[in-house]
């Protein structure tokens, strides 16, 4: 008869503990699952990487493409430049030569008008008239010579006139001429000046661009691959007991300092989640700054070390220890299909593992300050998908 009982109460235990691992498997099959979830997200966002470099090496090809166009411009306008100083130079030139033109051909001019009156008053028109009234023949050949110099240097005089009025002519031309390329070079110097600064932007605008979508990219990265590492160490502490025949797993709650509210349930069929003297919320919805919170804190004096409740029946999906942002932490998944997180747990006070079961009010930790904190408070969040802050809602519309 002894040895009956022996063999059953070796049965049963043998059975708790294959039943024990069965749980561990599932959940830890569970994690395994998420992390193979992650690493396929890591994989589109390395993707979307790929993608914006593709699209990146194009966007190079037209910001270079940009480049040489901004550089072509660029020495246009250099050529411009150098053309408009050579043309105001050649100006000035012109206007000097045609001043200097002007002034010898009124010089000119006026000596053959003086010629002309001397003439006219000496009466010395004709070679006969010279001839006639020469006093001798020596006279006459003086004479002769005289007018045929006096010819000869009115010619002179007369063509030099000519040329100079020719050069006048010249140079008026060559001023307008060089005038309107000058106009000409400016207009085309500020077509290419408005051109390069489109340009400019145009290059900027797409540079800036790329930055802002490869930056958005590479932070879903980390944060996926920081997610990951988080599971890989809860995967390892749920191996961990399952080698140790789940030891802690399910370990009986301490005696709570206060008790659960379990006559007061809401329409969702929740409890607070702290005893009735702390249940005051301290911080909605929404920081007083604006920001958003997601969440709601209980942090009235006093509550440091009070227990920490679930707030309806469930399974324990996460309960682990983030160095940073939740400090202990325990999420449960609730058979309505929603998520409960408290955060900020004393350490060593966590009292229910990953793939427990708990029951509405069950004390799963103690409200302490650990991770992101600056006092003790339980920052309650209420989820409608476990992963990622968008998933939260409003803990209030559920709460009694
Ligand atoms: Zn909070």
Redesign the pocket.
Known sequence: MKNRILKILGIIVVIVILLQTVVMAASTSELEKRKNDNKEKINDAKEELNDVKEQKSGVQEEINDLDSQISDYQSQINELDSKINSLNAQIEESEKKLETAQTEYENNKELAEERLVVMQESGDTTYLDMLLTSSSITDFISNYYLASELAEADTELLDSIEKERQEIENAKAELESNKKELDNSKTSKQAASSKLSVLREEKNTQVAQLTEDEKAIQKQIDEITEANKEIDQQIKQAEAQINNNGGGSGAPAGAPSGSANLGNVSSSGFIYPVPSSYQKIT?GLYYSSGAY?G???FGSGGINGQPIFAVAAGTVIISTRLNGSYGNYIIIKHDNGLYTLY?HGQDGSRTVSTGDRVSQGQQIMRVGSTGNSTGP?L?FEVRTSPGGYSNRVDPRRYLP
């Open positions: 911080t919170h969440a709601v804190d955060a408070h920052h």
